[in-house]
């Protein structure tokens, strides 16, 4: 088992940063990738980033390329995601879950309860 706990979320405006945390704990977690998702109102779970707890792999989907990072700290066994340049379309719960680091959401088998961003324009 895995415990997944999403901190951070909030308001913020348009060309501000964020920056989003996700405390994993678990017996089994270095099998497993870290990756964010995100939801918006009326809209499919869509990838965000995705990152493995070795190594220096790391993947993003195309929207958040160039403003968002993902980052772990392996010590505190916790995942970030930095996302500066926000625009409306950004807002969202994000969640964080673990799996195998693929863009299809199906393939994590762990989720958090997610936290809300939203960006005000």
């Known amino acids: 088992q895995v415990q997944v706990v999403e901190s951070g979320g909030g308001l913020v405006q348009a060309g501000g940063s964020l920056r989003l945390s996700c405390a994993a704990s678990?017996?089994?977690?270095?099998?497993?990738?870290m990756g964010w998702f995100r939801q918006a109102p009326g809209k499919e779970r869509e990838f965000v980033a995705a990152?493995?707890?070795?190594?220096?792999?790391?993947n993003y989907a195309d929207s958040v390329k160039g403003r968002f990072t993902i980052s772990r700290d392996n010590a505190k066994n916790t995942v970030y995601l930095q996302m500066n340049s926000l625009n409306p379309e950004d807002t969202a719960v994000y969640y964080c879950a673990a799996g195998t680091g693929s863009a299809w959401y199906g393939s994590y088998d762990y989720w958090g309860q997610g936290t809300q961003v939203t960006v005000s324009s």
């Open positions: 990152i493995r707890w070795s190594g220096g792999w790391s």
């Open positions: 678990g017996r089994t977690l270095s099998r497993y990738a």
